[in-house]
């Protein structure tokens, strides 16, 4: 088997020593060459690369934006038509960030020495599993997506890029965007199939749940949306404090569903669009994407191989 094993360096939980032992162990089992990252998109440019060239396996060990940007190059050539994970590579994931969303909702171990162990039994006994992905203006989501509050938490959190990222500085930069969001707070409008258009002031889009990860505790927003169905949305019509309080009690103490006056929450959906008044920040899988005034989240089954 021929593999590529596509390394973040500057990720939270990656070290030299800790890549050569990856590297070691996988060159034991598959003809491999390792890339270290040198920039914003070139995990997805040498991942596109792999995929075109008919590399079989393709291991990201980062954390969520790297795994993130890896999943878009293996896909670049694929247009969003489901059950082709067999003509792209498959990919393996080694955590090396803080969060590790994607990997932690498939059950990896977080520790990057036993996920390894891990990857090296998948390969040996051929050991995977098919995933559906979230497709939102063109690119590709593993976990979750959304627009105006979640997406200025990440972009404040960008702005910080030489602080550790940690559940500290997320929570930190919650209050500071509820409390003075950076470009207001424009009513979003959201379209689900079967439903009139519903005025909300903040949406979440899930691939899987938990939605995140608040150091070691899971953000539930949409408890039955997993790999194998449609998105979940979770959106509120108001930021008022009772209401944002009351669904963060809930997100943070139970795998129930969400309820309350004020959310308006769908599950297994194959298509959302939101639309806003004026351009919101745009987020997928804590990366920030800039600004967009309208997207469509489209529920793509069956479109990646994950060695498990």
């Not at 060159?27 to 440019?45: C, M, P, Q």
């Not at 990440?154 to 559940?167: D, I, L, N």
């Not at 608040?214 to 930021?239: I, K, Q, W, Y």
Request: hydrophobic content about 40%; overall charge neutral; glycine content about 10%.
């Amino acid at each position: 088997m021929r593999a590529v094993l596509i390394v973040n360096p500057q990720a939270t939980a990656t070290s030299p020593g800790g890549r050569d032992v990856l590297a070691h162990a996988l060159a034991s089992e598959v003809k491999l060459d390792v890339v270290e990252t040198d920039y914003r998109g070139h995990a997805l440019a040498v991942a596109r690369s792999a995929a075109r060239d008919g590399i079989e396996l393709v291991v990201a060990h980062g954390g969520d934006g790297t795994v993130n940007e890896v999943v878009n190059g293996l896909l670049a050539d694929n247009s969003g038509v489901p059950g082709r994970a067999d003509r792209v590579p498959a990919l393996g994931v080694v955590p090396g960030g803080s969060a590790n969303v994607f990997a932690r909702a498939l059950g990896l171990p977080r520790d990057p020495v036993e996920a390894t162990y891990q990857l090296l039994q998948a390969i040996e006994h051929d050991r995977s599993r098919r995933v559906g992905l979230g497709l939102a203006d063109g690119r590709w989501f593993t976990f979750n997506a959304g627009l105006g509050w979640d997406a200025d938490v990440v972009a404040g959190v960008e702005k910080r890029r030489g602080k550790r990222a940690s559940p500290t500085l997320y929570t930190r930069m919650a209050l500071a965007c509820y409390f003075r969001p950076p470009h207001g707070r424009p009513p979003l409008t959201v379209r689900v199939p079967g439903a009139e258009p519903a005025a909300v002031r903040t949406a979440f889009v899930s691939n899987t749940d938990p939605w995140t990860y608040l150091g070691d505790r899971p953000v539930h927003l949409n408890t039955e949306c997993s790999f194998d169905s449609g998105l979940g949305l979770f959106a509120l019509r108001s930021m008022a404090m009772p209401t944002v309080l009351n669904q963060a009690r809930q997100a943070l103490r139970t795998k129930s569903k969400h309820r309350g006056k004020r959310l308006l929450r769908h599950d297994d959906l194959a298509i959302v669009r939101i639309d806003a008044e004026e351009p919101v920040n745009f987020q997928v899988d804590g990366d920030l994407m800039g600004q967009r005034s309208s997207v469509e989240f489209l529920s793509v089954p069956d479109v990646l191989t994950v060695m498990v």
